[in-house]
């Protein structure tokens, strides 16, 4: 079955460091890939997402690249915020993400001034 | 954007009552919704598949008897938990994908239910 692997955290950062969270996938096919944020007292966000191998998705700074030789699709910022301290999900989608979605744990990171 | 609301977003409850759980498209119609179970430090797990008009599809393991879905109109999906006992105790979160969106799913904010 699916599966979806993260890198446990939380991640403590100080502003304007480099970003990197890694996830890594299990899957039949050629899955969909995605990352949600996770606002403390929110639902889960959309944050990116990417569709088939090679892609790259990118928002608010944040890019994920599809690599299938390496079934990985590491979230990275160049320069974090206070305000990106959130918790981060990378998931997975057999079909484009209408229907269930594979999450991993979730990565809380924290970003101080 | 789309928004869902999901209401409470914290119950307590003895052991034994029942709790109610909502969960709504505030302007988009949904005809599926979905509901994720999450306990401390682990993923979310998908409990059930919320049809409108139909039966809920559950996922295995979990007891239909014990969590009641029921999607009784395009932007309303509820779940129950029927006899709650601490180990019932939990976050729940539900989801309704947007077909007019690019099949974006939204998520609602959660309820946290405590079972004492």
């Known amino acids: 079955g699916n599966s979806v692997t993260q890198m446990e955290g939380p991640v403590t950062l100080s502003e304007e460091a480099f970003l990197t969270i890694n996830c890594t996938y299990t899957?039949?096919?050629?899955?969909?890939l995605f990352w949600y944020v996770q606002y403390p007292g929110e639902g889960l966000q959309l944050l990116l997402k990417?569709?088939?191998?090679?892609d790259k998705g990118s928002n608010k700074g944040f890019e994920a690249t599809y690599r299938k030789e390496t079934t990985s699709f590491h979230l990275e910022k160049g320069s974090v915020q206070v305000s990106d301290s959130a918790v981060y999900f990378c998931?997975?989608?057999?079909?484009?993400?209408?229907?269930?979605?594979?999450f991993g744990k979730g990565t809380m990171l924290l970003v101080s001034p | 954007g789309a928004v869902v609301s999901q209401h409470p977003s914290w119950v307590i409850c003895k052991s034994g009552t029942s709790v109610k759980i909502e969960c709504r498209s505030l302007?988009?119609?949904?005809?599926?919704m979905f509901w994720y179970r999450q306990f401390p430090k682990q993923s979310l797990m998908l409990m059930a598949t919320?049809?409108?008009?139909?039966?809920?599809?559950?996922e295995q393991g979990v007891e239909k008897d014990k969590f009641l879905i029921n999607h009784a109109s395009l932007t309303l999906s509820t779940l129950t938990v029927t006899s709650a006992h601490p180990e019932d105790s939990s976050f729940y979160i539900c989801?309704?994908?947007?077909?007019?969106?690019?099949?974006?799913?939204?998520f609602g904010a959660g309820t946290r239910l405590s079972v004492l």
């Open positions: 989801s309704a994908p947007d077909r007019g969106s690019k099949n974006i799913q939204y």
């Open positions: 899957a039949t096919g050629y899955p969909s």
């Open positions: 990417a569709t088939k191998a090679d």
């Open positions: 998931a997975l989608s057999d079909d484009g993400g209408y229907s269930t979605l594979t």
């Open positions: 302007d988009f119609q949904a005809t599926t």
């Open positions: 919320s049809n409108e008009g139909s039966k809920a599809t559950y």
